[in-house]
């Protein structure tokens, strides 16, 4: 059984910065790409950033420059730092990833359970 855990999460003043990291551990053969999304309240979910087994990476607008996603796959675990933070990032964040479990199944969507992330002043 795969899950993943996000940390990193708390309260930060504006301007300031998080290192968000998330593991992905339990029944893992290959993973393909890790990301993560974020919900603020009264907001749609939306995607942050992604990134493939190669290194690929993809942001959304407002985030590039900004944030930098990272992982190291020895470990499992993918990492979102946000720098120049403002309260419009205030959210949940999730970690996702398409991970295949065993060499027979194919691969398969999974998610964390969320940390927050404040921005205020």
């Known amino acids: 059984q795969v899950q993943l855990v996000e940390s990193g999460g708390g309260l930060v003043q504006p301007g300031g910065s998080l290192r968000l990291s998330c593991v992905a551990s339990?029944?893992?053969?290959?993973?393909?790409?890790m990301g993560w999304f974020r919900q603020a309240p009264g907001k749609e979910r939306e995607l942050v950033a992604t990134?493939?087994?190669?290194?690929?990476?993809k942001y959304a607008d407002s985030m590039k420059g900004r944030f930098t996603i990272s992982r190291d796959n020895a470990k499992n675990t993918v990492y979102l730092q946000m720098n120049s933070l403002n309260p419009e990032d205030t959210a949940v964040y999730y970690c996702?990833?398409?991970?295949?479990?065993?060499?027979?199944?194919?691969?398969?969507?999974?998610w964390g359970q969320g940390t927050q992330v404040t921005v205020s002043s």
């Open positions: 996702y990833s398409f991970i295949r479990s065993d060499s027979v199944r194919p691969f398969g969507n999974y």
């Open positions: 990134i493939t087994s190669d290194g690929a990476t």
């Open positions: 339990g029944s893992i053969f290959s993973i393909n790409i």
